[in-house]
């Protein structure tokens, strides 16, 4: 299937919710392309909540859910929101259910090998306020922009804005950095 | 400028933050994207390897559709030795704990009595089995991956290429097209199918039922699968249905046939399109004046072609439901119900 591209003129569903409209009518290649896009909203989601080592596993249970409820999505413009509300609902469940929390050491074989700087910054993310941490791993650890981070996971650009700058001046202090030039 | 550069990445570069960046990136989520290289398969998914079979699905699905269907040795699934087996023991799904794990063979049957359990599909889906539900393994994907479900409860969803996975049931076949659904089957061997996303393909002896997301279809023992509904077909014709596809009585059938037709709205042509395959004569005809008025049929759709029974008008029909094309399901139609036929090298597509 070729992705569909963006439309012009009036407007029309986006692509997201082309894909999953595609996707509910049983296309594979749809919601492959949905994992695609919304893989890192996923992963950054539990990482800033879980243990790293649950974090595959569950990011699996997350799509599995997804798909079989994508049936219930009423709103297929927030896909995005829904499927980031599904991976912090598994989130707590992870805890509640007191499932497996052994964090592997990071030379696992075929794991990568964050070094120790990498550790320490991630460690003093965990423990910021879940907004700031969240918003800081999706975009320091997955990479996502601050627009792209407000669209995918339905938040208003102006409360990203916000998380991310108070979350990065508190991670700053935490590091016992100042506040850069 | 940095808070430009932490909001979206534009002006000039906060040396600390992309220090931040590269340090953390080996923390980042792998996706097929953005690292394409196989992995070696694991017990359960990564979303790496999860993304990696849509994927690998999406170019099957590609090549399926455009190249005759056949096997190359490179594509012969791996025989496994059985599927993953996990019992669990709580009220309901959410409160349910893993208390066992063990795998379940070729030629095993369970019986999940009072517990749940869940079950690979090999690598290509999971199925939920509800208490008091029988199911054994018959293919662990060596030709197919095919389980027999004697009694109880099914809940299945797939992510491969469609017509990999079959239930057997006492009175139809279940073929995953790209789906999640459940399946139930009772004592006296009746089923019902209940399509959540995607297509189910139902099949007994040469009866078909193609049925969507959002729609259901009933079987018997002795008899095959029913037609399809949506769930939200008005009771009227559910009802009619049952006594068209199951009742004895011609005339009952004859009343129920016109109860159907009466109350069936443009949603419905669904069930209506898979009647014109299931009565004949002037019955037929009823059905075909009805679903034409409820979705007009093609210009080179005939009354007298679809009386006759020829399917390829019958398929021209199926493509204004708004269902989508029929190649989609024709392309994967085998001899579902014959486990040997299954196994073999697909036919080619029936049109």
Not at chain 1, 6 to 23: C, D, F, H, K
Not at chain 1, 123 to 130: C, F, K, S, W, Y
Not at chain 2, 39 to 61: E, I, K, Q
Request: net charge neutral; with cysteine; aromatic share 6%.
């Amino acid at each position: 299937m070729n992705e569909p591209t963006g439309v012009t003129g009036a407007p029309g569903p986006s692509i997201e919710a082309r894909l999953v409209a595609e996707a509910r009518a049983g296309n594979r290649t749809a919601f492959g392309h949905l994992y695609d896009r919304f893989a890192p909203l996923v992963h950054g989601v539990l990482l800033s909540r879980v243990p790293r080592s649950d974090v595959d596993d569950l990011a699996q249970d997350v799509f599995l859910q997804a798909m079989r409820r994508l049936g219930s999505l009423r709103n297929a413009e927030a896909f995005g929101p829904w499927l980031a509300a599904i991976a912090r609902n598994r989130a707590r469940d992870h805890w509640r259910r007191g499932e497996d929390t052994v964090e592997l050491p990071d030379d696992v074989a075929g794991a990568p090998h964050p070094e120790g700087e990498a550790l320490s910054v991630f460690a003093a993310i965990r423990r910021l306020p879940e907004a700031y941490r969240e918003t800081l791993v999706l975009r320091l650890v997955e990479g996502m922009t601050g627009p792209e981070i407000a669209e995918r996971a339905g938040l208003t650009p102006g409360s990203v804005r916000v998380n991310l700058h108070r979350g990065m001046q508190m991670l700053r202090e935490a590091l016992g950095r100042s506040e850069g030039p | 400028m940095s808070g430009d550069y932490l909001w979206d990445g534009s002006g000039e570069p906060d040396p600390e933050i992309q220090r931040l960046e590269a340090a953390l990136r080996p923390l980042r989520g792998t996706s097929p994207a953005r690292e394409p290289r196989l992995r070696r398969p694991r017990p359960r998914f990564s979303p790496a390897g999860w993304g990696a079979l849509a994927a690998a699905a999406a170019v099957l699905l590609a090549l399926a559709a455009t190249v005759t269907r056949t096997r190359t040795p490179a594509a012969a699934p791996v025989a496994p030795a059985g599927w993953e087996l996990a019992w669990l023991e709580g009220a309901s799904w959410q409160q349910a704990r893993v208390v066992r794990e063990t795998r379940l063979g070729v030629d095993e049957w369970i019986d999940t009595r009072e517990s749940r359990a869940r079950l690979s599909v090999g690598e290509i889906g999971e199925v939920r089995l509800e208490p008091a539900t029988r199911v054994g393994l018959l293919d662990a994907g060596e030709r197919s991956h095919r389980l027999s479900l004697a009694r109880g409860v099914l809940h299945a969803v797939i992510w491969a290429p469609p017509g990999q996975f079959l239930v057997d049931t006492p009175s139809a076949v279940a073929v995953d097209l790209g789906c999640s659904y459940t399946l139930e089957v009772a004592e006296d061997g009746s089923g019902l199918l209940r399509v959540e996303t995607g297509w189910v393909g139902f099949e007994s002896r040469g009866l078909q039922s193609l049925v969507p997301a959002g729609a259901a279809c009933r079987t018997r023992r002795g008899v095959g699968p029913g037609t399809p509904y949506f769930e939200t077909a008005p009771e009227a014709l559910r009802r009619a249905l049952v006594e068209i596809d199951f009742g004895s009585d011609g005339r009952e059938r004859r009343a129920a046939l016109a109860r159907a037709l009466a109350s069936a709205r443009e949603r419905d042509a669904l069930s209506l399109w898979h009647l014109l395959s299931r009565v004949d004569g002037e019955d037929r005809g009823r059905v075909f004046d009805r679903l034409k008025a409820l979705v007009p049929p093609p210009v080179e759709v005939t009354r007298e072609s679809i009386l006759r029974g020829d399917r390829a008008p019958r398929d021209l029909w199926w493509d204004e439901l708004g269902l989508g094309s029929s190649d989609f399901w024709r392309d994967w139609t085998t001899r579902w119900s014959d486990p040997k036929a299954a196994a073999s090298p697909p036919t080619q597509p029936a049109r």
